[in-house]
């Protein structure tokens, strides 16, 4: 069986057969990078298929610094952290627009109606109803809701530390990062996503999925 810097050297040379296996052997772990990113396995499908595009177009330029799993790993977290950038300025433009249509709206509803007092006390007990009801119990690691209220760059180490299990080493030669860079990068990760999860009321789960692997 082919190595992969043997498989490296055929695909540069255009072997389409050579690429093929490397991409059999690193799509598993790609795919679920990319999921745990953005939490869609759709977008999840189209980002790999993304990474190994862009790793065929741009195999020339791989130098073998790294392994070549390390450098397709690097182009899809790039991949990934550009796609949720372009997502998040998309729906705070979307938010925007909805916000100008509704104020507009309103100001155009003639008269001004303020809230009777039946509906203040139907809120009221909205609330109250709310407050009773039991909260659901989920697994807090791996937990997809509680990393997509995490910024890209504590996902992404995240994912890379919790769900892919690189090493800081592997991590930081992904990032292009020092050891301690990653650590500290990867411990305010962690006190994020409990804070996270305490805020929807997880703190057992939340205690419990900081703790991690441990350094």
């Not at 690691?141 to 996902?155: A, V």
Request: charged share 35%.
């Amino acid at each position: 069986m082919a190595t992969e810097q043997e498989l490296v050297k055929r695909a540069k040379r255009g072997d389409p057969d050579a690429f093929g296996q490397l991409v059999t052997d690193n799509e598993k772990r790609i795919y679920n990078l990319a999921l745990r990113m953005t939490g869609s396995p759709e977008d999840a499908a189209e980002l790999a298929q993304e990474a190994f595009l862009n790793a065929w177009r741009g195999l020339h330029r791989f130098q073998g610094e790294s392994s070549f799993a390390t450098w397709l790993y690097r182009l899809a977290s790039n991949a990934c952290i550009d796609f949720l950038r372009r997502e998040k300025r998309r729906r705070s433009l979307s938010m925007t627009v909805s916000l100008d249509d509704e104020t507009c709206e309103r100001q155009a509803e003639l008269p001004d109606q303020r809230s009777t007092p039946e509906q203040h006390l139907e809120r009221q007990e909205l609330r109250r109803a709310r407050a009773r009801r039991p909260r659901t119990r989920r697994p807090a690691w791996p937990d997809r809701d509680g990393l997509q209220r995490l910024s890209e760059e504590h996902r992404q180490v995240l994912v890379m530390r919790e769900v892919s299990g690189l090493s800081y080493a592997e991590i930081g030669q992904v990032l292009e990062l020092e050891p301690g860079t990653v650590k500290s990068r990867i411990a305010r990760a962690r006190l994020a996503l409990r804070k996270a999860l305490e805020s929807e009321g997880n703190l057992l789960e939340g205690i419990a999925s900081v703790r991690g692997k441990g350094p």
